[in-house]
């Protein structure tokens, strides 16, 4: 699975990017990780992330 940034982060390439944990897209337990231009949370011990 490749991680994909979120829906909204239009022209990341032209930004400074950083990797870490975004609001889930898919709902359920499992969080969503991944480049992005957005803001992010560090991943927390213990949880799964896609």
């Not at 979120?6 to 609001?23: M, R």
């Not at 231009?37 to 213990?46: F, H, I, L, N, Q």
Request: aromatic share 8%; proline share 14%.
């Amino acid at each position: 699975m490749v991680p994909n940034p979120p829906p909204d982060d239009v022209d990341p390439q032209l930004q400074s990017v950083q990797w870490g944990v975004v609001p889930s897209r898919y709902g359920g337990d499992m969080g969503h990780s991944t480049f992005t231009s957005k803001e992010v949370t560090a991943p927390e011990d213990g949880k799964n992330y896609a």
